[in-house]
């Protein structure tokens, strides 16, 4: 989708950087790219575990496998129990260290289809060329082991969210245990098994857990870079809740040539409904959505410096117009989202039949910023609703309900997790800039709020840290969808990116 987005662009530097630390003096570039070529047998065995989040009996396999790998560099772990699968703490202390940095990984992924996946298992990484065509073919794995071609790509549920990420700070770790290098500050790592969930668990883990996360800053290594996929930091994110909303009609389907004109069509004032919900130009239409944001002249000044060529996103998206919500995208960004995730009635296509539904159904949610509180834009939605004349119920209409009540909607919500943003000015935004300035020889994009979500919002509210996101992937990587992949030079990139990270003191 975005390839001609980033043929316009100048990708990252492959100039050699070298850095000195105790007198000794390496190159990063050179040392990426060997520990990559190292890291391609193991990254096989990790991305092969089958790891979706909604198979819990997939997960421990997975548990097992990060305790091996992280004790391998040196660090203790320790599972922290949930009521589900647990999470898994990583520790690394170092000698005269003075601050303690935690880090945040997700290691569980999305559930497959495998009849849109172009190759036999998605769980077996394959190695992809693209031809002159735009297709991508598989190529040996064993070409890994000869002259790397960034732009090779490796296609694999997860590869890149986020196990390609996870995979990178593991060689990271790596080069600095074998140079030697003492980081100036202690290492926690927390690693989430059902971020895919919403990460359900966590908050209370966070709560119980408090005194083993402890730490004076959070590094999340989890996202794709910039659409330019140059070196970026993100400094936020959207948090999320989800709905699922279903408008009820007759109580079985009936015959639309015996009925129709009679019995009211539920999927007609399902979308009769949710068309109120916005005005024509894309803003959401509920009271009071979007109190509280403020776009100052000096938030307007940051985000232009991201560097956006809309008319080219447009151009990859095949859209004509945009919403009109803020003056351009990063704007837009800043302000909480209400948007249909999928809406189902009946039967459509081939399956297509003559009848009037008994109920459609259209699941929502609600990208949360930092100034919105979940459950009060939650309450929003469905106080709009019942001003609407719906009567909500939690699951099925009674038959009482039924004869006495026009409109019934089921209305169920859950908060995953709210948004979090650490200002640009913080100790943690000054110390990841000058790592990967050092290592890319320019500062990166730095984005205010990154719209989608990640379970940060507890760590923040509960343990009090700044958070800031070090994105590392490519950005067309397909996440959450079929042939999703991570594109080799960003893999190398980003175990330069952490290699650095971790060397800079604190």
């Given at each position: 989708m975005f390839k001609s987005y980033l043929s316009c662009v100048v990708l990252c530097s492959l100039c050699v950087v070298s850095f000195s630390q105790e007198n000794k003096n390496f190159n990063l570039d050179a040392l990426s790219l060997k520990y990559a070529k190292s890291s391609f047998d193991e990254l096989h065995e990790f991305f092969s575990l089958p790891n979706d989040a909604y198979q819990p009996e997939?997960?421990?396999?997975?548990?097992?496998?990060?305790?091996?790998?992280?004790?391998?560099?040196?660090?203790?772990?320790?599972?922290?129990a949930t009521e589900t699968v647990p999470l898994l703490l990583a520790t690394k202390n170092h000698p005269n260290a003075k601050k303690t940095v935690l880090i945040y990984l997700q290691v569980d992924g999305q559930p497959v289809d495998i009849s849109k996946w172009h190759q036999p298992n998605p769980y077996v990484p394959a190695l992809k060329e693209q031809d002159a065509k735009g297709n991508w073919n598989i190529i040996d794995w064993n070409n890994l082991n000869g002259n790397i071609n960034r732009d090779w790509r490796i296609f694999s549920r997860s590869?890149?969210?986020?196990?390609?990420?996870?995979?990178?700070?593991?060689?990271?770790?790596?080069?600095?245990?074998?140079?030697?290098?003492?980081?100036n500050f202690n290492i926690k790592v927390i690693m989430d098994f059902e971020e895919e969930l919403g990460s359900p668990q966590l908050p209370e883990a966070v709560s119980k857990y408090k005194n083993e996360l402890a730490a004076d800053m959070l590094v999340i290594f989890d996202g794709p870079r910039h659409l330019s996929n140059e070196p970026t930091l993100s400094y936020g994110a959207r948090g999320i809740a989800t709905i699922s909303l279903e408008v009820f009609g007759p109580r079985v389907p009936l015959h639309s040539g015996n009925y129709g004109n009679y019995s009211p069509n539920p999927a007609r004032k399902l979308s009769q409904l949710l068309a109120t919900m916005w005005h024509d130009d894309g803003r959401v239409a509920i009271p009071n959505w979007y109190d509280g944001i403020t776009i100052t002249d000096e938030v307007k000044e940051i985000l232009k410096q991201v560097p956006d060529d809309e008319a080219q996103i447009q151009k990859d998206f095949g859209i004509a117009s945009t919403e009109n919500i803020g003056n351009n995208f990063q704007e837009a960004i800043q302000y909480p989202a209400l948007g249909i995730l999928g809406m189902?009635?009946?039967?459509?296509?081939?399956?297509?039949?003559?009848?009037?539904?008994?109920?459609?159904?259209?699941?929502?949610?609600i990208r949360l910023?930092?100034?919105?509180?979940?459950d009060r834009m939650v309450k929003l939605l469905k106080d709009y609703i019942v001003n609407q004349g719906y009567y909500l119920v939690d699951d099925q209409p009674t038959e009482e309900e039924r004869m006495t009540h026009d409109k019934i909607a089921r209305f169920n919500a859950e908060?995953?997790?709210?948004?979090?943003?650490?200002?640009?000015?913080?100790?943690?935004?000054?110390?990841?800039?000058?790592?990967?300035?050092?290592?890319?020889?320019?500062?990166?994009?730095?984005?205010?709020?990154?719209?989608?979500?990640?379970?940060?919002?507890?760590?923040?509210?509960?343990?009090?840290?700044?958070?800031?996101?070090?994105p590392t992937v490519?950005?067309?990587?397909?996440?959450?969808?079929?042939?999703?992949?991570?594109?080799?030079?960003?893999?190398i990139d980003g175990i330069k990116t952490i290699t650095a990270i971790l060397m800079e003191k604190l």
């Open positions: 997939q997960i421990e396999p997975n548990v097992k496998w990060c305790e091996i790998a992280f004790a391998q560099r040196g660090f203790k772990t320790q599972r922290l590869a890149s969210d986020a196990r390609g990420p996870d995979m990178m700070f593991l060689k990271a770790m790596d080069i600095i245990n074998d140079l030697n290098i003492q980081p189902e009635s009946a039967w459509v296509g081939k399956n297509t039949r003559t009848i009037i539904p008994a109920s459609a159904i259209a699941e929502l949610n910023v930092k100034e919105t509180e979940g908060v995953s997790y709210g948004a979090f943003r650490t200002e640009f000015d913080t100790e943690i935004g000054a110390w990841l800039r000058k790592g990967m300035k050092s290592a890319f020889g320019k500062d990166p994009i730095q984005i205010r709020t990154m719209g989608g979500s990640i379970p940060i919002s507890p760590f923040v509210i509960t343990l009090g840290l700044p958070a800031v996101g070090v490519n950005p067309d990587n397909n996440q959450h969808s079929p042939n999703e992949n991570i594109r080799l030079g960003n893999y």
